[in-house]
């Protein structure tokens, strides 16, 4: 047949997975079948369209093959092939039929090689020519498992020099993970199995310690983290038992740990809680320890020549074919390995929302905040956001312990006073306190491998201060702290290796999004993931961690980005971050990662799981591309293990977890700050609401309605009253009104409120009112404008009577006017009182897609915001009697004075009148341009017009004849003569 031969085989070991499949995986699928996949042999014949074997070639058979064109062959991310897959695992060759028959049976093949017989047929890409000289009776336990123990250490886990390993189950998988170990440098090497008399034989191989889990009460996972005083760099479980897989996985150093599943089962599916993963370890799994089979084992057998390898030592029992059950039986005895068949400060009283018992809603209490101590910084909170974790902790995590305490870990604020030792902060700074320290000098700290920090990890997770006391107490008791933070209170003490030092002019109210869901969701992506440009990429969940992670993913260059979530709403919010594509499992009737893996013909590069829910944690998984796909833990819950089945890691995926997004913390929310600043990455766009802190609750409400994706809740708000010109709705007219006006935020200056006159619309459908409004002074990066002039435009007239909206009510209209600047907000450099200018319902930032693209106008800067009626904080600078009222087009030109953001300005000619040039603010820039710019209307001259211009009456400026000579949807052609 194309592409296979015909080889006699000369020795073959005996592996476990042979009597797996046979005893234990409880299938009745792939039988009568031939077993063995660990032979080596020499070419008895070869069919049509084989050039690389020839008869007498010694070979080896492989059940993993090597076409070197298929796309995991051409990717350095995975040994697999998927040449031959599909056929391979139904027992068969490529073309669906058996080279075996027996009593006039067709016989099955067995992993593509099926050695346990005296000739065999095998794919062509399932071959790998050795050295003539080669012992076939020794290199052919290179066909399985001695190269996939060896490979696990070297190629998957990538053991480094000096690190410790642990390795679970002593047969010759296991065997072969301590040389591989051992060869990689590992200074430790710890070797765990129930028959202690298999140590002598690993230390041949390298191991250093022998560990029996029988000689202990307690979990082994437990016993190797107090014997390595923290856990194994890189444990390897040989066993093929899920709960085996999971004890390995747990005895894993936090932060770096890496565990590879090497033993194979098909029976159960292994599981952990999701922290495990979250806390910096990582889930692998091994086919056939990462060799590209044809290319590898050649070397393989070269470096055993060289004595760079062993081989003899696995051998325990030579014994003939016809003895291969005895061979079974020895396995399974433990007697072989293998058988070859052949700081002091007052306490300050203030306001905090404390949650006195899990389950119940916060309560507004007030309460002392002791002084910092040592190493201390308490801190005036200025806005914290509310994330899910929050919400989790009080309501879902069913834990009794750490109450009453106060909640919240997404903060920013101002240093009010330190404690003895600390000489990095002072009052006045800016800072970002963190739930993930940064001590610099613990192991953690001082790895690459991990942003964790050992140090005050075990106070923090007691809710307690590195003293192990609180600093907070409220009607005569203790009130715990949380995640080292407690921003839900007006001020707060954190320990100095737990605060970020942020730039003077960073507004609070935003950046204090990046002490938690923003940062872990971007970083999940740049940092964990490691998403590569062209890739594609799986976001679960569009909360503000999915969002972010869209971002990074975006940031990162992924091609495709598709987005999971049963609200479909969410999708036009993922596109601003960067989403393409959204899917809702409620739309099919199959298992959401099987719709991912036929949309993506295969699965996609990198999956995030940002819901919290051991079940999406494994379709997320289970989404992933076989042989390279990355899935990454971003969501948090501990009531339930997660789980899958241990081939979805054998074939090549990757579990991992994320902890704050892999940002070391106190160096790298600094850096975030100024991205932010800079444009680099969104924060305003994670906002939906701003509320103050009495309204906590109501902010949990939102986010369990789905309503929000970021509740920021500002500390400390003053009001100002004054009157505007309110639209209260549309079709009404405008009525002046008292209106409340909200202060100027972090380095901006305060500016006397405006009261004036304003035109509002109170609802669709009615006049406007003429109202008394109050104008608030302009924020960052905003104009406030005395206008002079307006025109009143048909989209006015549309919006209030036609347009049958009442979102956006009640509002002030008007968006063609022309004024001259009263005032300017802080960061605003190109407009200062005095100049005249036209406000402008088309911003142009200058930096966008949009603005540097020639392709078009639009800009992206505040679009969305705009179309929501609010500037850029999501809030409005008018109020009237008590209501705020909706900015309309970004201009609101209805108004004696309005505020717009500094990329909707136009400055113009001192000498223009207003009254003239407001028209250009909308109608008759549109009109005009849509002939020049849009249909690009132009007059073609004909050549003979061209000699005749002499025709043409100089004094009208007419041509003597036009004739209309064709005509097109966007143009008239003419000919003039």
């Not at 975006?554 to 999708?571: C, E, L, P, Y």
């Not at 789905?706 to 309110?726: F, M, S």
């Not at 953001?901 to 003239?916: E, G, I, Q, Y």
Request: hydrophobic share 40%.
């Amino acid at each position: 047949m194309c592409g296979s031969f015909t080889k006699q085989i000369v020795a073959t070991g005996v592996c476990h997975t042979d009597f797996y499949s046979l005893y234990e995986a409880g299938e009745t699928k792939g039988f009568p079948a031939i077993l063995g996949h660990e032979g080596a042999g020499i070419v008895e014949s070869v069919g049509p369209g084989v050039t690389k074997f020839k008869p007498g070639d010694k070979v080896i058979p492989l059940f993993v093959s090597q076409c070197g064109e298929c796309k995991f062959c051409l990717s350095p991310k995975t040994n697999l092939c998927d040449k031959n897959w599909i056929s391979q695992a139904e027992g068969l060759m490529p073309d669906k039929t058996s080279r075996f028959t027996c009593k006039g049976k067709s016989i099955f093949h067995f992993m593509g090689t099926s050695t346990f017989s005296e000739y065999t047929v095998v794919a062509d890409i399932s071959v790998a020519k050795v050295d003539d000289s080669a012992p076939l009776d020794k290199v052919c336990l290179l066909g399985c498992g001695i190269s996939t123990g060896y490979g696990a250490a070297l190629n998957t886990a990538k053991v480094e020099p000096g690190s410790s390993c642990a390795v679970f189950g002593l047969g010759a998988v296991g065997l072969a993970t301590v040389m591989g170990c051992k060869a990689a440098g590992a200074s430790r090497i710890i070797v765990v199995d129930i028959n202690k008399d298999k140590f002598i034989k690993a230390e041949v191989f390298g191991a250093t310690e022998f560990v029996n889990p029988n000689d202990y009460s307690k979990p082994i996972q437990e016993v190797l983290i107090e014997l390595t005083k923290g856990g194994v760099d890189n444990s390897f479980e040989c066993v093929g038992s899920a709960t085996v897989m999971r004890a390995a996985l747990e005895a894993c150093h936090r932060g770096w740990g890496t565990s590879v599943v090497v033993g194979y089962t098909n029976v159960a599916d292994m599981s952990t809680r999701p922290f495990q993963l979250i806390y910096g370890r990582t889930w692998k799994g091994t086919y056939f320890g990462g060799w590209k089979s044809v290319e590898s084992v050649p070397k393989l057998v070269n470096d055993y020549m060289a004595k760079k390898m062993k081989l003899d030592e696995f051998i325990t029992h030579t014994l003939p074919l016809d003895r291969v059950n005895e061979a079974f039986d020895l396995m399974t005895s433990g007697k072989s390995s293998y058988c070859c068949c052949l700081l002091i400060i007052e306490v300050i009283k203030c306001k905090a929302a404390v949650a006195w018992e899990p389950g119940k809603p916060l309560s507004i209490e007030e309460v002392e905040v002791a002084p910092p101590q040592d190493h201390e910084v308490r801190i005036k909170i200025v806005a914290t956001g509310v994330c899910h974790t929050d919400f989790y902790s009080l309501y879902e995590a069913g834990e009794t312990k750490g109450f009453p305490a106060i909640l919240g870990h997404e903060g920013a604020g101002i240093v009010e006073s330190v404690g003895p030792g600390v000489t990095k902060f002072k009052p006045g700074d800016k800072v970002i306190p963190l739930f993930v320290s940064q001590c610099g000098e613990c192991k953690f700290c001082l790895s690459p491998k991990t942003n964790l920090c050992d140090k005050n990890w075990i106070s923090q997770a007691e809710g307690l201060m590195p003293d192990k006391t609180s600093r907070f107490t409220c009607k005569g008791k203790s009130i715990f702290h949380f995640m080292g933070t407690s921003t839900f209170s007006e001020y707060t003490v954190v320990a100095d290796i737990s605060v970020a030092k942020v730039d003077d002019s960073a507004p609070l109210d935003k950046v204090c999004l990046l002490g938690c869901g923003i940062s872990t969701g971007y970083g999940a992506a740049l940092n964990t993931a490691k998403v590569e440009p062209g890739s594609s990429c799986a976001v679960f969940g569009l909360g503000a961690v999915g969002l972010a992670t869209v971002m990074g993913c975006k940031a990162a260059g992924a091609s495709r980005i598709i987005v999971v979530d049963i609200n479909k709403d969410k999708f036009i919010k993922a596109e601003v971050f960067g989403a393409t594509e959204f899917v809702n499992p409620n739309d099919y009737s199959k298992p959401i990662q099987e719709v991912l893996i036929e949309l993506t013909k295969g699965g996609v590069d990198n999956s995030f799981e940002c819901v919290g829910s051991a079940t999406v944690m494994r379709a997320a998984l289970e989404a992933c591309h076989r042989g390279w796909g990355t899935s990454v833990v971003v969501g948090y819950t501990n009531v339930a293990d997660m789980s899958t089945r241990p081939f979805q890691l054998i074939y090549g995926r990757t579990w991992k977890g994320t902890y704050f997004g892999g940002w070391k913390s106190v160096e790298s929310v600094p850096k975030l700050v100024n991205d932010y600043m800079a444009k680099k990455m969104k924060l305003d766009e994670f906002i939906t609401h701003t509320l103050p802190l009495d309204r906590v609750n109501e902010a949990f409400d939102l986010m369990t309605s789905g309503k929000r994706h970021k509740v920021c809740t500002a500390l400390h708000v003053q009001v100002i009253k004054c009157k505007a010109a309110v639209a209260w709705e549309p079709g009404k007219p405008l009525s002046i009104e008292e209106v409340e006006v909200a202060p100027p935020q972090d380095h901006e200056v305060r500016i006397k409120v405006i009261k004036c006159k304003a035109a509002v619309a109170w609802e669709p459908g009615k006049p406007l009112s003429i109202e008394e409004v109050e104008v608030a002074p302009p924020q960052d990066h905003e104009v406030r404008i005395k206008i002079v002039a307006t025109g009143v435009c048909h989209t006015d007239l549309y919006f209030l009577y036609e347009a049958g909206e009442t979102k956006g009510f009640p509002a002030i209209l008007g968006h063609e006017g022309a004024g001259i600047v009263e005032s300017v907000g802080p960061g605003v450099t190109k407009f200062k009182p005095g100049d005249k200018v036209i406000p402008l319902f088309v911003s142009q930032c200058g930096e966008c897609k949009f603005c540097l693209s020639p392709k078009t106008n639009l800009c992206d800067t505040n679009w969305i915001t705009q179309t929501e009626g609010l500037m850029p904080d999501k809030t409005s600078r008018f109020t009237c009697k008590g209501k705020s009222i909706f900015h309309f087009m970004g201009t609101s030109t209805f108004s004696e004075y309005t505020v717009v953001t500094d990329v909707s300005v136009a400055k113009v000619d001192d000498s223009a009148p207003l009254d003239k040039v407001c028209l250009l603010g909308c109608g008759i820039s549109t009109g005009y341009g849509a002939a020049l710019n849009t249909a690009k209307v132009i007059v073609l001259l004909s050549f003979k017009m061209l000699l005749k211009i002499s025709e043409v009456n100089v004094g009208t400026g007419k041509p003597e004849t036009d004739t209309v000579i064709g005509k097109n949807p966007n143009f008239w052609l003419f000919s003039l003569r």
